[in-house]
């Protein structure tokens, strides 16, 4: 990293095309962590057995089943199983239960994409060698910008169900890793290794794919969602608006999660009904709050603090990471239904503990964050956490 970067970087600011946007946008941070010191094994280990990786994209995983291309990811709805009354005819749902001969090449190779360049990154971060931030250049631009291998920046065939439909709003939370991609380009801006116009192709990219997360039926179908859906388009909305500067996306987010996330999904007590009666309703309450967490993480300022912020009747950010916090503790203690499928998996080392202890100035959920294994070998526990370097999120 050059040295006067370095100063901007340290100082909390990097450069985009659209001007100068922060790097940590948390308000009113009432903790500090060392997440470098404490990952700094972690991040190096995995960025070394990354490091010679050769980018692999949705185009080097044809799937027969899709209505795409060969450049447009695809992927199968997870809870969708052949009718044993008509197996040739259309799926039936069974919630909560993962069909495993459903196509999940694409989905396994974006989450290889965004695990790939978030560890590069935080090792570069952490090191300031630049040979971390060449290989995450390389697979950004294997994705982003090289014609032979690009992913184009839809998803008109994610969460496909067969006899029913080609495509679903619903496979939008299949990018939700990408959020963490798009923190890292902001780290790499400083880097020598991204070159002005590689990086400008890049931000086009989540620019263009930002266009179809919210002007596209699919996007505006997941926008309307009631559930955790809804959560993580706001979150994916807010983190490529802030990579691209989209300044009228990221007030939107900001009013959306007030006057809808907050107001339509949390309960008097904290708790998020709609995840409740679901057939997994632990790991869904976790990953709502991971989704709201993000959100207030991304776009909270010293004049909009969303994790302080209080609907009339008192709910609010810290009361839902209260009713949560004792079943992160102890889960034995969880007084609903046990999932039907992963329970034993969970919690992993879940960010939301993290950001929370530092925005609202709780050790204890810090603390406990750092005692939950940070890299769980379950593949639920993966998909569902899609923040995997918090340095990255934390100076």
Not at 178 to 184: D, F, H, K, N, S
Not at 219 to 247: C, P, Y
Request: charged fraction near 25%.
């Amino acid at each position: 990293m050059r040295t006067s970067e370095q100063k901007a970087l340290m100082r909390g600011w990097i450069f985009v095309v659209a001007g100068l946007v922060p790097v940590l946008n948390c308000a009113q941070q009432k903790m500090s962590v060392d997440v470098a010191s404490l990952d700094r094994e972690r991040i190096l280990t995995a960025a070394e057995q990354y490091f010679s990786e050769p980018p692999i994209t949705v185009s080097a995983c044809p799937a027969s089943r899709s209505a795409g291309g060969l450049h447009e990811y695809f992927s199968e709805g997870d809870y969708w199983w052949p009718d044993p009354k008509n197996p040739d005819g259309p799926y039936i749902r069974r919630d909560g239960e993962t069909n495993p001969d459903n196509f999940n090449k694409h989905r396994e190779a974006m989450r290889r994409f965004c695990d790939i360049v978030s560890a590069l990154t935080a090792a570069y971060k952490i090191t300031g060698a630049e040979k971390y931030a060449a290989q995450a250049v390389r697979h950004l631009k294997a994705w982003c910008v090289d014609d032979a291998t690009k992913m184009y920046p839809h998803l008109k065939y994610a969460q496909a169900i067969k006899g029913r439909f080609t495509g679903r709003g619903t496979g939008i939370i299949d990018t939700i890793h990408l959020i963490e991609v798009a923190r890292a380009v902001e780290v790499l801006t400083a880097s020598k290794s991204l070159r002005e116009e590689d990086g400008a192709a890049i931000k086009r990219w989540f620019g263009e794919y930002l266009q179809f997360l919210t002007m596209h039926q699919y996007g505006i179908d997941e926008r309307g969602s009631k559930n955790n859906h809804g959560t993580w388009w706001v979150a994916q909305v807010a983190a490529f608006a802030h990579l691209v500067n989209d300044t009228a996306n990221l007030s939107y987010c900001r009013s959306r999660f007030k006057d809808t996330l907050l107001t339509k999904q949390m309960a008097a007590n904290g708790s998020f009904p709609e995840e409740l009666a679901r057939t997994k309703p632990y790991s869904y309450s976790i990953f709502n709050l991971e989704g709201m967490a993000t959100i207030c993480w991304i776009l909270s300022s010293t004049s909009d603090n969303l994790w302080e912020y209080t609907l009339p009747d008192g709910r609010n950010m810290r009361k839902a990471v209260q009713f949560l916090y004792p079943y992160i503790v102890d889960k034995s203690e969880w007084p609903y239904p046990k999932d039907v499928m992963y329970f034993d998996a969970f919690p992993g080392r879940q960010p939301f503990l993290l950001f929370a202890g530092i925005a609202l100035g709780e050790s204890r959920y810090i603390e406990t964050w750092k005692k939950l294994k940070a890299d769980s070998q379950n593949e639920e526990v993966q998909r569902s956490i899609p923040i995997r370097q918090p340095v990255l999120w934390v100076e």
